[in-house]
């Protein structure tokens, strides 16, 4: 068993390291093997009272037997007292045996307690050495650090950062569905159906490239495989053939023949070339893509999860710690409990002995004391106190 560092306050520091002394604190219940009880004393005096004045009355003990020094009952309090004293002796050597055995397997638990401690100990001390090393701002993407925000935990600088850039979504996303309404006007069976139409292709529009530019800021902070570049080189081909889809119909669109109250007036571009109309279109499309996938790798920084889940395990891990940390310091204490109840088990027998002897000692004055109220005789008292100087001589 390690040593027990002692200390007046009531509580415990947590070591430095996982086999550093720790604070004692004191057991919750203290080891008590005690097998042996004493007789209660008042109640026996008592009883040997009432037994004197009794034997005065029935004539078993009389003055002339006080005279001679010898009173019967005392011979039977010494058999009794012996009988104690072998007592004493067995259930002495049962508590020693018992508290060895007891003291053997406490040494096997806090064994058990200081090695569960030492591992959570050592567990905190990595998790903490993490969380210190990633709580530092990130400058650039990729430097796998997550942002001052995260850092803080505040929640007011998250909005005042992202706000705007909520707010240019939401924009974009304003601007998006009246041109998609009137580019996809013919195929709505109802208003309704083909606005609903033109919101989602506008939803799709910008939260495509938004998680694009999230899963490119991840690609960014860990890397990935060949292909996964390939995966992403995949989807950008993909969704630039789906704006020149969506370029195409909106350039139809415009060169379509308006109708005004049911006379053609001609085409919203005209006089204006294809080509222009078509990168124009390109353009608009290509740069609202870039500006939602950009809003979303700014927005996006992995490593904030990341350092929320290890301050989260830190935490859970600093109270498993002290739990840990606690038990090992209530197992020391009960096994320092029974180490002093064994280097007190001769100190604790000569106890009792002494307390034996003055026992049956007042038992035998009360039983005198008995005898002389029962005689009511001065002589017997006087002789009686004769016999109580002796016998405490001897």
């Not at 002394?21 to 093997?33: F, N, W």
């Not at 045996?97 to 007891?102: D, G, P, S, V």
């Not at 004391?369 to 009511?376: A, C, K, S, T, W």
């Amino acid at each position: 068993m390690r040593p027990i560092r002692r200390n007046r306050r009531a509580g415990s520091r947590v070591p430095d390291q996982p086999g550093d002394e720790v604070t004692r604190i004191a057991p919750a219940v203290a080891y008590d093997g005690d097998l042996y009880r004493m007789p209660d004393w008042a109640q026996r005096r008592r009883a040997e009272r009432e037994l004197g004045r009794a034997h005065a009355a029935d004539g078993q003990i009389d003055t002339l037997t006080l005279q001679t020094g010898s009173v019967p009952r005392f011979h039977e309090l010494e058999d009794e007292r012996l009988a104690e004293l072998a007592a004493i002796e067995e259930r002495t050597e049962q508590e020693i045996q018992r508290a060895r055995a007891e003291f053997e397997g406490q040494k096997i638990r806090l064994a058990e307690s200081q090695r569960t401690f030492g591992e959570a100990r050592q567990a905190l001390d990595e998790t903490r050495r993490q969380v210190a090393e990633l709580e530092q701002p990130s400058r650039r993407p990729g430097d796998g650090r997550p942002s001052s925000i995260a850092i803080s935990g505040s929640r007011w600088p998250v909005v005042r950062r992202w706000l705007p850039a909520a707010l240019l979504l939401l924009l974009l996303l304003i601007v998006e569905v009246p041109i998609l309404y009137q580019v996809i006007l013919s195929w709505g069976d109802s208003v309704a159906m083909t606005a609903l139409l033109a919101a989602g292709a506008a939803l799709i529009m910008l939260v495509a490239p938004h998680m694009y530019g999230r899963a490119f800021r991840s690609w960014q902070e860990h890397g990935s495989p060949a292909k996964g570049r390939w995966l992403l080189i995949l989807a950008a081909l993909v969704w630039l053939g789906l704006i020149v889809a969506v370029a195409v119909l909106r350039r139809d669109a415009l060169v379509r023949p308006l109708v005004v109250d049911g006379e053609p007036i001609g085409p919203a571009s005209e006089g204006v070339g294809q080509l222009p109309t078509m990168i124009l279109l390109l353009a608009l499309l290509v740069a609202t893509a870039l500006i939602a996938a950009d809003l979303g790798r700014r927005m996006h920084n992995p490593n904030d999860r990341r350092l929320w889940e290890l301050r989260a395990k830190r935490d859970a891990e600093a109270e498993a710690c002290a739990a840990a940390q606690a038990a090992y310091q209530r197992d020391a204490s009960y096994a320092e409990s029974i180490a002093q109840y064994l280097q007190g088990a001769e100190r604790r027998r000569d106890g009792r002995l002494r307390r034996l002897d003055s026992g049956f000692d007042s038992l035998a004055t009360a039983y005198l004391g008995g005898v002389v109220e029962g005689l009511r005789d001065p002589e017997a008292a006087s002789w009686a106190e004769r016999i109580i100087a002796r016998r405490r001589t001897a």
